[in-house]
């Protein structure tokens, strides 16, 4: 089960965040803190699934974007690496070039969560 | 491109960017983007051009008081309301909360326009969660979306409801849902299957009578409303495999269309038809074939064909195929496939693809325990991983060592286990990793000296976050000892040597758990060691006390040890200066403890006695304090209050406040359940109530001190693992901590390993030390079988203990529970239910035996030989076929077996068991289903009758044996059941069966967590030529658990005041029973409902859930309607009970 869905910038700054389990919201700057520190300690050869806390973490980076995604157990680690490019994929159509959103103009995000969410309603359904 | 990407793009009409002022459709930036001008735009700017955290937060508290000041202005238009709810959005998720617009949010949803709606939804998905007060205030707003009648608007209404919704509330839109099942938009198809996917997670019982129409679903001719079912059917079949095998067929129809390539084009992902779609239906295929060879031959020619599909080299494909492996390792093997899949995982392993190693070795992990030659195969890249520089590949390569460790390879693989610690920082991982080390140790240890030093490295690495259950299983298996008084000792002995040799080094700092062990262990067995002054020893720990790192739970437990070890010694000059130092201490329990030291050591004999050597097994405490009854009876004598506990004192002090309680009662158990605890006890009346309270009050208090608690710790270490072998004697001459893989290569005598045939000529240096490596760590796995085998029944027997050592604290717990609510705030029905129930407990019996004449329909089929023994001839008919179902489930769906005649199926049946079971007289004259046979194998089989009697559900399971000698030790053994609750053990054991014979046992069942439907399962082991094992189990219904409860009108009344669980329904009647009377007979037959009285079209009924919760339920009729009230002191009974007469009404 999907616990979270995260994008955060290198410099630790959230874009977008939707939690599907209930977590407190001064706690949630924290667990992105950390997160982000978390995949930024890692090199492009190491694997991209981090097991953090009881739960397990599935990054994919794209340029100066992280996209996190807190997994259980039970996931399929692999499966949800490739949401989450589908994911980007459907932003990437819908902004017609989304690898320059965030490096220009971070503006779009909060109209993202929004299209975001209705678009990953759908893909989540399978998920979630 | 997928179709999510067309899907969204279609559904999402620019939703917010093209009404904005500022931003004309089709913009500078594309669809969705913000105009710079923007108020949003200019605030994440100025937050990007930041630079510090203190500005930024500034920055926001800044905005959120200007939006503060807008959304609750009167004059705010929807429109500049929707523009805030953005930004507060930004805000939250920038981690400043913002709850002065939850309202805002609500009443935007609410009156909006379509695009307002849309973000004001979106605003309450984000700012409320589950049990949010302000969410009941949406219902509403869902409620007329729902009966809208534009699309749109259905639509978002449905996303909410899948999102968040208040569980009270979903009898309010659940009728309305499920009018859309039937729509004709897919989309709206889709969504409804969500929203009641979500109800089906927060209140399974609610949504159960739809059963039938999640298989519409599930048939759709949309694939996306089709997808959307699985995810019910996952999470039902997770919980009830058994249910679902006839609809294996389907699935796996499904999954041979997806991987064919049936699906509409827009469903692939890179060319890869539905691969998450293909990935949820082959779990459900492990779920559903898990053990269960017929149903596993049905699908293995899809798994082969999926296997043989996802070759193309893409992640996704690997995804795929990482979920075919975990199937085809999950059903009943075949070994074609676990030879494809074999080749797999080895094929992921040996990937220079990092992240495809991972699941490599995930994959591996969990095949490895089925089958342990894997590990042989890959040993080599297994040792590469070890040293990966990635952790994670690290960790997870530990984990996979853990699931292979045995007797002979323990020692290497808990060394890497403790190098791995020795560099890991994050808790988390500290705390797994040293519970898996203790747990290996203690199972698998081969020697003393070895487990001691093991269990030292533990504490001091694990420091106090360690689980409590490490140290106090330690200390229990020291105290305990095993069979052997000798090696007792001896590892005594050892402990006692290596803490001594710990505390010799003066600025070692050690966590304060291992200095409480130690000090325990220096306390008990410090006398074992002879060489040593007890002097010195009292030295050490009187320095101890004085350091200020030292925590005063810690300073207890050296106390504690200081005591025992002066009751050995004639006379201490240490003890008296600790007696002097600590009399005046300020930490009151420190002075208590020094005074105690005092008197005892003026009193040595006393002392002696007091603590005896070796005595912390020996149980002294009377934990009832029977020895109180005497003062307690003289009190109440002279008429004191019993006693009550604080929260019960507190909530009479509340109901006295206030004319009107307007408090919900909460979970506590009411009158009823109390009273019948009390009447139910040996001795009657005050006295063995006081006692009772009293010594439950004293438990408490028990726990709270620093003893170890001893009851249901598991022992495993003991017998298990502690069997010296020969191979290790010799290892045992090595330092324990300083065993290199090389020297400890030289002691064993390892199987040579499959690989390592003809390569070693060529290797070099570094390979070679590899390669000892491996036949260190792979040692005893493969060819001999035989030890992984026994690992294996290692680990189901200790699951065993563990799972009933949680029952025993959870059955404790709600005694104690029972207790503390006895005598509560319903005063009167206190006296009169006992007398009540003593009155009617004959009337109950005849009016139960009457019920179940009756109860042939409600059961499902499955439970078909609830049947009672009364209507055997009448039923047979209808009845036969099903019973024989149960039997072979192969012709589950084929009609033909259905029709045979019955008159046949007996006669075969008969002809081949010929030991047909019969209760006794006792049991035949109550209440009982006919006799069922469970399952059998070539010498056993089972037989099962269920017997309702007044305070249990009996099961009397016969064992036949069926071979023509006897059968000696034959186990039954039910597993631990989630809902169920066996009263006494779980286990029973026939000492022998002779031939041709049949045995009975009875075991006395309670429901434990409400469900309307369960399984307890478990097993018979016997030994014939080998162990072998037949496993069954047992459909319990919660009509099995139900009892009338007879009570006069009054009663009722004030139990219904005080009862505060209650849900309402409306079922509308059929016309065989459109009279109350006729549809009340109905449920009082069918569900052993008690009817306490009929008025007009009113009528009120009583039962009770075993052993006492009671349940009351108010009808009422009114054109066609049956309107149900249930109330209860268990929020989940009513629903289930609900159901039931659901059940009943439609098929009566």
Known sequence: MIKFFLMVNKQGQTRLSRYYEHVEINKRTMLEAEIIKNCLSRSKDQCSFIEYKDFKLVYRQYAALFVVVGINETENEMAVYELIHNFVEVLDKYFSRVSELDVSFSVSEIHLSVSFWCTFQFMLSSWH | ?1148
């Open chain 2, 1 to 1148: 491109m997928s179709d999510v990407v067309e899907r969204t793009l279609s559904v999402l009409p620019g939703l917010l960017g093209q009404h904005d002022p500022g931003v004309g459709p089709g913009g500078a930036g594309g669809p969705g983007r913000v105009s710079a001008t923007s108020r949003l735009g200019s605030l994440i700017r100025s937050i990007t051009a930041l630079t510090s955290k203190h500005e930024e937060e500034k920055l926001i508290q800044q905005e959120l008081t200007s939006l503060k000041a807008t959304v609750s202005a009167p004059t705010t238009t929807l429109r500049l309301m929707k523009e805030c709810m953005v930004r507060l959005i930004y805000c939250e998720m920038l981690g400043y909360e913002s709850s002065f617009g939850y309202i805002h949010a609500i009443k935007l949803a609410q009156q909006g326009n379509l695009l307002e709606k849309r973000v004001g939804y979106l605003a309450v998905s984000l700012f409320l969660h589950e049990n949010h007060e302000l969410l009941l205030l949406l219902v509403n707003t869902v409620v007329k979306d729902l009966q809208s009648t534009n699309l749109v608007e259905v639509c978002m209404a449905l996303t909410i409801v899948s999102q968040i919704f208040p569980r009270e509330m979903i009898p309010a839109v659940l009728p309305l849902i499920e009018d859309k099942l039937q729509h004709s938009k897919e989309i709206i198809r889709r969504k409804a299957v969500q929203a009641l996917y979500k109800f089906y997670l927060i209140a399974p019982n609610q949504v159960q009578h739809i059963h039938d129409k999640f298989r519409k679903a599930l048939c759709d001719r949309d694939a996306g409303v089709m997808a959307a079912s699985l995810h019910i059917y996952l999470q039902m079949i997770k919980e009830n495999s058994s249910g679902y095998k006839d609809l294996t067929g389907s699935f796996v129809t499904i999954l041979k269309q997806v991987v064919g390539g049936k699906l509409p084009i827009d469903f692939n992902y890179h060319s890869v038809p539905a691969p998450w779609l293909q990935i949820q239906l082959l779990r459900i295929l492990g779920l559903l074939g898990k053990d269960d060879p017929r149903t596993s031959e049905l699908m293995y020619d899809v798994l082969d064909e999926s296997l043989r599909r996802a070759e193309i080299n893409h992640n996704i494909t690997y995804a795929i195929l990482f979920e075919c492996v975990q199937t085809i390792y999950t059903i009943y093997p075949k070994s074609e496939l676990l030879e494809k899949a074999a080749k797999c995982i080895g094929k992921f392993v040996l990937s220079p693809k990092i992240n495809l190693k991972y699941l490599g070795l995930k994959a591996l992990t969990y095949v490895i325990q089925q089958d342990p030659n894997l590990a042989l195969q890959h040993q080599m890249t297994i040792i590469e991983c070890l040293d990966h520089p990635d952790p994670i590949i690290k960790r997870e390569t530990l984990e996979l060592l853990y699931r292979i460790t045995n007797g002979q390879n323990v020692i290497v693989i808990v060394q890497k286990m403790l190098d791995y610690l020795k560099e890991s920082k994050e808790e988390y991982a500290i705390i797994n990793l040293v519970g898996k080390i203790a747990e290996l140790a203690e199972k698998y240890a081969p020697d003393n000296e070895w487990f001691i030093q093991t269990m030292n490295a533990v504490f001091s690495v694990g420091g106090d976050v360690v689980h409590p259950d490490i140290p106090n299983n330690f200390l229990r298996l020291l105290a305990e000892g095993f069979d052997d008084r000798k090696e007792d000792d001896q590892l005594r002995m050892y402990a006692v040597q290596s803490y001594l040799a710990l505390l010799e080094e003066e600025d070692a700092l050690y966590p304060q758990k291992f200095l409480q062990v130690m000090s325990w262990v220096l306390g008990e067995y410090s006398s074992l060691v002879t060489d040593v002054d007890p002097e010195v020893i009292l030295t050490k720990l009187h320095s101890l006390l004085k350091k200020t790192v030292i925590t005063s739970e810690t300073k207890m437990w050296i106390m504690a040890a200081v005591t025992k070890i002066a009751s050995h010694t004639s006379c201490s000059k240490i003890v008296d200066r600790l007696i002097q130092e600590f009399s005046n201490s300020l930490d009151t329990c420190m002075r208590q403890y020094a005074f105690e030291l005092k008197h005892l050591c003026e009193d040595k004999a006393l002392m002696r006695n007091l603590l005896p050597f070796d005595g912390s097994c020996n149980d002294m405490v009377d934990a009832s304090l029977s020895f109180l009854d005497g003062f307690v009876a003289e009190g109440l004598g002279r008429g004191a209050a019993p006693y009550k506990p604080h929260h019960q004192r507190q909530e009479e002090k509340l109901s006295q406040e206030k004319a009107l309680n307007f408090e919900p009662y909460g979970l506590s158990f009411v009158s009823s359940v109390s009273s019948s605890g009390v009447t139910g006890r040996q001795s009657p009346t005050g006295l063995s109530f006081g006692s009772d309270t009293s010594g439950n009050s004293a438990e408490t208090g028990h726990k709270e001190t620093n003893t170890l608690k001893l009851e249901g710790v598991r022992r495993l270490w003991g017998k298990e693992g502690y069997l010296p072998k020969k191979e290790n004697k010799v290892g045992k001459e090595n330092e324990p901590q300083t065993v290199s893989c090389g020297s400890l290569l030289g002691g064993q005598v390892g199987d040579p390993p499959a690989l390592r045939s003809d390569q070693v000529a060529s290797l070099s240096e570094e390979d070679k030390e590899k390669q000892q490596l491996a036949s260190t760590l792979f040692i005893g796995l493969g060819s001999n079988a035989g030890v992984s085998l026994m690992g294996k029944a290692d680990t189901a027997t200790q699951k065993f203990k563990r799972k009933s050592k949680i029952n025993e604290t959870q059955s404790s717990e709600e005694a104690s529970d029972f207790q503390n609510s006895a005598a509560s705030d319903f005063g009167p029905l206190l006296d009169t239910v006992p007398i009540n129930m003593e009155d009617c407990e004959g009337d109950i019996r005849t009016r139960l035996r009457k019920a179940s004449l009756c109860s042939s329909d409600i059961v499902e089929d499955n439970l078909a030989f609830e049947t009672p023994q009364s209507l055997k001839k009448s039923g047979l008919d209808d009845r036969l076929p099903d019973s024989r179902l149960s039997q072979s489930s192969l012709f589950a769906d084929s009609n033909i077996e259905i029709f045979q005649p019955s008159q046949n199926a007996q006669c075969e049946s008969a002809s081949k068991t010929p030991l047909v079971p019969c209760l006794s007289e006792e049991l035949e004259e109550l209440t009982h289903s006919e006799v069922v046979e469970l399952c059998q194998s070539d010498a056993l089989a089972l037989y099962l009758c269920k017997v309702w009697t007044d305070d249990s559900l009996l099961l009397v399971v016969f064992v036949s044996n069926k071979t023509t000698s006897a059968l000696n030790a034959v186990n039954l053994v039910f597993e631990e059941a989630e809902h169920f609750q066996i009263l006494e053990s779980t286990a029973y054991q026939f000492p022998v069966i002779e031939a041709q014979n049949v045995e009975c046992c009875q075991k006395r069942v309670w429901m434990d967590k409400i469900c309307t439907q369960g399984i307890l399962s478990g097993s018979v082991n016997y030994q014939s030529e080998m162990e072998t094992r037949l496993e069954f189990s047992i459909t319990l219904s919660l009509v099995d658990f139900i009892r009338p409860m007879e009570m006069t009108t009054e009663d009722f009344g004030k139990l219904w005041l005080s009862l505060s669980n209650d849900v309402k329904q409306n079922i509308r009647m059929s016309s065989s029973q459109d009279s109350l009377p006729a549809a009340l007979s109905t449920l009082q037959q069918k569900l052993k409902l008690h009817i306490v009285d009929i008025i007009g079209n009113e009528g009120i009924l009583a039962c009770q859930l075993l052993p006492s919760v009671p349940c009351l339920l108010h009808c009422r009729t009114h054109s066609g309607m049956l309107a149900l009230w249930f109330r209860s002191p268990c929020s989940a009974l009513p629903d289930g009970l609900l159901y039931q007469c659901q059940k009943v009404m439609e098929e009566s």
